[in-house]
């Protein structure tokens, strides 16, 4: 056998990581045995995106506001956005920031009505997860917590409410069955939810088609909430997290990949954090018992229930029973029931963080205001003047 990372690692000048805890989990697990004889060798370069693209082009509305009050040099040289702080707490401004965002949000809600089918209430929280499909990355966490809500709904338990739509889109690799499946639960919920009069517009769900760039030039202006829910040492970096953030989105997300440094830029104030950290995670493993966190948590046990007794998959019998099994699995190398509870409590306060529209926009401006160090200028002068020395 040839083992290319370890003949890639032999033969570099530099290896790095794409956020600080990518780099520290390489260099503490994986690698550890290279990176004890070459410790020089590894290094952390957190990814970026570029603010040309993802706020210049995409953002218009707010790219014109922002040039209005801090002048247009920071199309350029991004780091000058955080000048955008001193309006934080700025009344007028922030009035035209939240009008901004409004037309995005129409904007969003457009090309849902035209890829979906489905009505967007642009007054309500825009909850949004865009990414790969792929189990680690949690898209079937996000959909237990629409079912939580639905179930809710149902029940009659919306005392101090907050209007949502929650919006999944991504691509599955061509062989990946489960993933496939999370998209076909998802679609099955979507219907469930978006037709029943009972409902209305407490909740709408939707599974957008062919995700790509074009879409998320859209997407990405239109958020409220940017949903970065990975089970924690496994998402690399992630960079659809900064371009959110950027747009003046804010976050909830566990304490992995670049969360960590987004967290770091805006504070725990300005994010929602969640679920186990990496460290924590490992030890979980060894004790996780999925079924018992089933039977301790009335809202989980309602939303296994609605899963397993075919409540959304009446004319489908059985099509969700490997989902299923994989979540009550105690070897879910994901955990996804172990966050759950967690989750559910960060998104209660995201729902009550809404209310307050002048508190909620204040945390907008502040995420695009702390954005600066997520561009790719500033990781390409890294590896520069780090690494290539050109």
């Not at 991504?170 to 062989?175: D, E, R, T, Y």
Request: one cysteine or more; glycine letters at 6%.
């Amino acid at each position: 056998q040839v083992r290319v990372a370890c003949l890639a690692i032999l033969c570099s000048v530099s290896v790095n990581g794409v956020a600080a805890l990518h780099a520290r989990l390489l260099t503490a697990g994986l690698f550890k045995d290279f990176y004890e004889l070459w410790p020089e060798k590894f290094n952390n370069k957190t990814n970026g995106v570029t603010p040309r693209r993802w706020v210049a082009h995409a953002n218009h509305g707010m790219s014109a506001l922002i040039s209005e009050k801090i002048g247009p040099d920071w199309i350029h040289d991004y780091g000058n956005i955080s000048r955008l702080q001193e309006f934080v707490t700025d009344k007028v401004f922030a009035a035209r920031w939240r009008a901004v965002k409004q037309e995005n949000k129409g904007r969003l809600a457009e090309l849902v009505k035209a890829s979906c089918n489905v009505d967007f209430d642009t007054s309500a929280l825009f909850d949004v997860q865009v990414k790969r499909i792929h189990e680690y990355k949690r898209q079937l966490l996000n959909i237990l917590h629409v079912i939580h809500l639905y179930d809710r709904i149902k029940r009659g338990d919306t005392e101090h409410w907050t209007n949502r739509c929650v919006l999944i889109g991504g691509k599955a690799a061509p062989g990946y069955v489960l993933a496939k499946n999370i998209i076909k639960l998802a679609n099955n919920v979507a219907d469930m939810i978006n037709n029943d009069p009972e409902v209305a517009n407490l909740l709408k769900f939707a599974f957008i088609p062919n995700y790509g760039v074009s879409k998320m030039e859209v997407i990405c202006p239109g958020t409220d909430l940017s949903e970065q829910i990975s089970t924690a040492g496994k998402e690399a970096s992630g960079t659809g997290n900064m371009k959110f953030m950027m747009n003046g989105a804010v976050t909830i997300g566990t304490y992995d990949g670049a969360n960590i440094e987004i967290l770091d830029a805006v504070g725990e104030s300005g994010f929602f954090l969640f679920g186990l950290k990496a460290e924590e995670v490992i030890a979980e493993r060894a004790v996780y018992d999925p079924r018992h966190l089933v039977e301790h948590d009335e809202d989980l046990k309602r939303v296994m229930h609605l899963l397993q007794c075919g409540h959304f998959n009446p004319f489908e019998v059985g099509i969700f029973d490997e989902l299923i099994d994989s979540l009550l699995n105690p070897q879910d190398p994901w955990l996804t029931l172990a966050d759950f509870r967690s989750y559910v409590d960060a998104q209660e306060r995201v729902s009550h963080a809404y209310q307050d529209q002048d508190a909620w926009t204040a945390m907008s401006i502040h995420n695009t205001a702390s954005s600066g160090f997520f561009s790719t200028d500033r990781t390409i002068q890294e590896y520069n003047d780090d690494i290539w020395k050109l």
